[in-house]
């Protein structure tokens, strides 16, 4: 079936160092997407990706779309505190219905 | 803004209970979805519906039933609760958006404990 596999499940970092979330898809995407869940919130878009090896940035966030449309990465820089939280893809396969990956849980140490 | 709401936040029913979560959006988007989240398996699909009386199964179905009678209205029913049921339910919507995609707009969640 078409599944996604979002790596790390968990992460702890220093505030201040990077930080990066995977998604791999063993079938091509028409296009994923990328949303934050605050502790205790719902899921809140980020970003989408369309093109092949598209990357896009958001201040200190930067997603990338692999070449093959198969894969696709959240990289944060210089983590705060305010950046702790679930990071989730959504793979889109063609169609409406929408899943998600297992997430990458962000712990910030002060 | 788009809203989409969840009728109860916080529910606690017995075990063989019928139990009805209701979610209402209000941007007129043809898509809605239950998604049920649990600790290390993320946010899981329920049941979706592209339209009025159109429901399609997600990955985890069993054990669940949905209604979409009106567009903006989309009803997860629970037949007979179960204690494995217990979880945190969120309601999405989206306009329809195929291959193209589109952003989902989520709920605030209802935490269902069934004992």
């Known amino acids: 079936g078409q599944q996604v596999m979002q790596i790390p499940q968990y992460q702890h970092v220093q505030e201040g160092e990077d930080f990066t979330t995977y998604c791999n898809s063993s079938t091509t995407l028409s296009n994923i997407q990328w949303y934050k869940q605050r502790p205790g919130g719902h899921p809140v878009f980020l970003i989408q990706?369309?093109?092949?090896?598209e990357v896009k940035k958001q201040k200190r966030l930067t997603f990338q779309f692999g070449e093959a449309k198969k894969n696709s990465s959240l990289h944060i820089t210089a983590t705060q505190t305010t950046d702790v939280g679930t990071y989730f893809c959504?793979?889109?396969?063609?169609?409406?219905?929408?899943?998600f990956g297992t997430g990458t849980r962000l712990t910030i140490i002060p | 803004d788009v809203k989409v709401t969840q009728s109860s936040r916080y529910l606690v029913k017995r075990t063989g209970e019928k139990v009805f979560l209701e979610c209402v959006q209000d941007m007129d988007h043809e898509n809605m979805f239950w998604y049920r989240q649990d600790p290390g398996l993320g946010l899981r699909l329920i049941y979706f519906s592209y339209d009025v009386k159109m429901k399609e199964k997600g990955d985890i179905p069993e054990g669940y039933s949905v209604s979409r009678e009106k567009k903006e209205r989309f009803s997860l029913i629970l037949e007979s609760a179960s204690t494995n049921q217990t979880s945190m339910y969120l309601c999405?919507?989206?306009?329809?958006?195929?291959?193209?995609?589109?952003?989902?707009?989520f709920g605030e969640g209802s935490w269902l404990t069934v004992v």
């Open positions: 990706l369309v093109k092949s090896g």
């Open positions: 959504a793979p889109n396969f063609g169609n409406e219905k929408l899943t």
């Open positions: 999405a919507s989206s306009l329809r958006g195929g291959y193209s995609g589109n952003t989902i707009y």
